[in-house]
């Protein structure tokens, strides 16, 4: 095993669609994730790294004023292995990145839950920055995930929401190359 993978979480079950390079990794899983452990893992002690920028996405425990008791994510593999490597190479035209690490859960989940974590690797912050924040935007309005969220008032499949497309859209623009 790469020593860049080494302090990867074991235990756990999960299917990783890419892994092209030490720290290049996309999973969609059921179980939970050690942040600490993945971080560690990110670029694999790779020296021209300068900066690592993080997200993670939780459960929230209201939505639309209703209290939510859990959030069940679904998708079809194939479709969601697809559309996640597309994005994440759409990532890496844009921003010379060393490594990037997109990991989404799936099943149910409760208030307080890791739903999402994302965290990219680059020589310079503002591509580190630029393109975990690209990462989580497009997850956010590209990934192909069903969110049906269950309150006191019975369970409701999530709409998209036009915030979610407007913070996307900046990414539509021509890309800038980040400084090198």
Request: glycine share 8%; charged share 30%; with cysteine.
């Amino acid at each position: 095993m790469p020593a860049a993978t080494a302090a990867w979480p074991r235990a756990t079950r999960w299917r990783c669609f890419r892994r092209s390079r030490a720290g290049n990794v996309i999973r969609v899983q059921e179980q939970d994730f050690d942040v600490g452990a993945e971080i560690d893992g990110l670029g694999g002690g790779d020296r021209s790294i300068g900066g690592i920028a993080s997200f993670i996405g939780l459960v929230r425990d209201m939505a639309g004023g209703q209290r939510i008791r859990a959030m069940t994510l679904e998708h079809y593999p194939a479709m969601t292995e697809r559309e996640l490597k597309r994005i994440e190479a759409d990532a890496r035209a844009r921003w010379p990145l060393q490594a990037s690490l997109v990991i989404h859960r799936y099943g149910r989940l409760e208030p307080g839950d890791r739903i999402v974590f994302v965290a990219t690797a680059s020589a310079h912050r503002q591509a580190a920055f630029e393109s975990c924040m690209f990462l989580v935007d497009w997850l956010k309005t590209k990934a192909p995930f069903w969110k049906l969220e269950e309150t006191g008032a019975g369970a409701e499949w999530v709409a998209a929401k036009a915030s979610d497309d407007d913070a996307a859209e900046r990414w539509s623009r021509p890309a800038k190359k980040a400084a090198e």
